[in-house]
């Protein structure tokens, strides 16, 4: 399958995808900051397996581009090969190579030769496993058996001691089967445990992607009827919105009435934002703030003390579905005129915070 994905994004914003994605953090959560879906974000990863490509540098032993100038200024000055490969203190095989690939004696270019040159080293190497076939199938096999990777490795050092060639990582394994471009073990990807189409970070916590991770979760069908018709002021929608660096904004608007509170939080562990929406939830007297509907993010796994400490009953949205905080999500939009995708969100006080909020309050009276 080949995915495509037709945003731009800077190489900046590519390595900040990157980062988080190694970080631990979900496709979800790398998407909200950009404002994607989280298939446009399995999209830039898909084909690399999830897998951070190395950045790209040139080997030690090729022609760099100064050199190719002192190779077009020298063939200008009518020398020879041989005088020309004396220059650069180089093999005279090695200019006569590179003239022959960039168009000969009377036609190179410095600047083309060396943008060739790259863009021939961006081909695709074979691995280990795609150049020795019995290697190869010694480890589909044991795929097929549902062995891991690690155990794979650890089974082939200890049959082939003394043989190198019949011995691979366990890292070589999971890029042949993830990496697209190398296409050797596709067929047994299926095999592994956990089925996943792209690898996960090692820092991602295992509850992020597992099914039912926050415990006692009550959903928000069994919210009370007075709360869907926006009928009784009192009950609130909630989320936080992204930033670069870890930053995260809290964001709270109560449904009858639109009203808005933001709440600066230090970082997106439940421990910290349960702190933040306590600390929040103090500024409002008891019959305004009845109950919060939340997104399912990990970040209110602790809900059940938070409903200790203020009273406030929790409602989680079902999977997938931000329409059922309409007026949250609506808000998180308006917002980022305030906050842009990307910024560092951890430079604002909560005064500037409170401003924000007064700002959207005022404008929606």
């Known amino acids: 399958m080949v995915y495509r994905t037709w945003i731009k994004y800077t190489v900046v914003q590519m390595a900040d995808i990157w980062d988080r994605w190694q970080g631990g953090e979900s496709l979800n959560s790398i998407g909200r900051l950009f404002d994607r879906h989280s298939s446009s974000i399995f999209g830039l990863l898909a084909p690399t397996g999830g897998i951070r490509p190395p950045?790209?540098?040139?080997?030690?032993?090729?022609?760099t581009l100064a050199e190719r100038e002192e190779i077009s200024r020298g063939i200008a000055c009518g020398l020879s090969l041989r005088a020309v490969a004396a220059q650069q203190g180089r093999s005279p095989s090695t200019i006569s190579r590179e003239l022959r690939r960039n168009g000969g004696y009377d036609n190179y270019r410095a600047t083309q030769a060396d943008q060739r040159?790259?863009?021939r080293a961006h081909r695709s190497k074979r691995c280990k496993l795609a150049c020795n076939r019995s290697l190869c199938q010694a480890v589909a096999t044991k795929l097929r058996l549902q062995w891991s990777p690690q155990q794979i490795a650890g089974w082939l050092k200890r049959e082939y001691p003394e043989d190198e060639s019949h011995q691979v990582s366990h890292e070589t394994?999971?890029?042949s089967l993830f990496i697209q471009a190398r296409g050797v073990l596709k067929k047994e990807l299926q095999q592994l445990r956990t089925r996943r189409a792209i690898r996960r970070s090692k820092h991602a916590s295992l509850k992020e992607y597992g099914p039912g991770q926050i415990l006692n979760m009550v959903s928000i069908r069994e919210r009370p009827a007075s709360v869907e018709d926006r009928a009784v002021p009192g009950h609130w929608e909630g989320d936080l919105i992204a930033g670069s660096n870890n930053s995260y904004i809290a964001t709270l608007v109560e449904r009858h009435t639109r009203y808005v509170m933001l709440a600066k939080v230090k970082n997106k562990d439940t421990e910290?934002?349960?702190?933040?929406?306590?600390k929040q939830s103090?500024?409002?007297p008891d019959e305004l703030y009845k109950s919060l509907t939340w997104d399912r993010g990990k970040e209110l796994a602790d809900h059940q003390r938070f409903t200790l400490a203020t009273d406030i009953k929790?409602?989680?949205c079902d999977p997938s579905s931000p329409w059922q905080r309409g007026s949250n999500?609506?808000?998180n939009g308006l917002l980022r005129q305030y906050?842009?995708?990307?910024?560092?969100?951890?430079?604002h006080s909560q005064a500037k915070l409170n401003a924000v909020a007064r700002r959207l309050n005022e404008s929606s009276a």
């Open 55 to 63: 950045p790209r540098q040139r080997s030690r032993l090729a022609l």
């Open 173 to 175: 394994i999971y890029k």
């Open 272 to 278: 910290s934002v349960v702190s933040a929406l306590i």
């Open 282 to 284: 103090k500024k409002l």
């Open 329 to 331: 999500e609506n808000t």
């Open 314 to 316: 929790v409602y989680f």
């Open 117 to 119: 040159a790259w863009d």
């Open 339 to 347: 906050f842009p995708k990307g910024s560092d969100l951890s430079v």
